[in-house]
């Protein structure tokens, strides 16, 4: 399974941006990790297609929504209320198994990986 990320970009604080991501094939699980420079990757957003439940990290929700198209394949990650610390490269992640929505936060339970995309948020 290949993903294709698109959608990053810069914006101005408080502004708002779109991602997209594609998955060649069938997927479980999708979620949105990201990485900015000198720090860890962290989860974003997951969501699971079998029941569509969503899980975010604590400092995007209210601001962040994730949600897909199952029969597409393609997961999209709206952000609203964008801040500076929320700059990084994005990545799209997709798992072949369904897993339990707790453990959606950790990046070992995805098996494919998009090539990240920019974001950037000037203050």
């Known amino acids: 399974v290949q993903l294709q990320a698109s959608g990053g970009g810069l914006v101005q604080a408080g502004g708002s941006l779109r991602l997209s991501c594609a998955a060649s094939?069938?997927?479980?699980?999708m979620g949105w990790f990201r990485q900015a420079p000198g720090k860890e990757r962290e989860f974003v957003a997951g969501i699971k297609w079998n029941g569509g439940s969503t899980s975010y990290r604590d400092s995007v929700k209210g601001r962040f929504t994730i949600s897909g198209d199952n029969a597409k394949n393609t997961v999209y990650l709206q952000m609203n209320g964008l801040k500076a610390e929320d700059t990084a490269v994005y990545y799209c992640?997709?798992?072949?198994?369904?897993?339990?929505?707790?453990?959606?936060?950790?990046?070992?339970?995805?098996?494919?990986w998009g090539q990240g995309t920019q974001v950037t948020v000037s203050s």
């Open positions: 992640a997709a798992g072949r198994g369904s897993r339990p929505i707790a453990t959606m936060g950790y990046g070992r339970y995805y098996d494919y």
């Open positions: 094939g069938r997927t479980f699980i």
